[in-house]
């Protein structure tokens, strides 16, 4: 099966940015949505911004403007660069892929372990 690792989070000042970094790594086929969420805590788990394999993204509307997510196909990796960060941006980044593991395979919604990102003074 295949598997998820981020990296690039860490505690940054308001105003800030910071550049998360997911690559997915095993039995991969295809690869078709990749995408950020977020779990503040006592809340529940939102979506962030996702990309389509063809380039094409959404964003929450609380990010809009700020974040921008990209991939590399080519390194099944999907980045989520994130500037002037607000300490509402607090939570742990969570990246997600729709994963073909095998020709004609289901696809896998598959999840990182997470990566906590900190805005504060």
């Known amino acids: 099966q295949a598997q998820l690792e981020e990296s690039g989070g860490g505690v940054v000042q308001p105003g800030g940015s910071l550049r998360l970094s997911c690559a997915a790594s095993?039995?991969?086929?295809?690869?078709?949505?990749m995408g950020w969420y977020r779990q503040a805590p006592g809340k529940q788990r939102e979506l962030v911004a996702d990309?389509?394999?063809?380039?094409?993204?959404t964003y929450a509307d609380s990010v809009k403007g700020r974040f921008t997510i990209s991939r590399d196909n080519a390194k099944n990796t999907v980045y989520l660069q994130m500037n002037s960060l607000k300490p509402e941006d607090t939570a742990v980044y969570y990246c997600?892929?729709?994963?073909?593991?095998?020709?004609?395979?289901?696809?896998?919604?598959?999840w990182g372990q997470g990566t906590q990102v900190t805005v504060s003074s």
């Open positions: 990309i389509t394999s063809g380039g094409s993204a």
């Open positions: 997600n892929a729709d994963v073909r593991s095998y020709y004609r395979g289901t696809i896998t919604k598959t």
């Open positions: 095993g039995r991969i086929f295809s690869i078709n949505n």
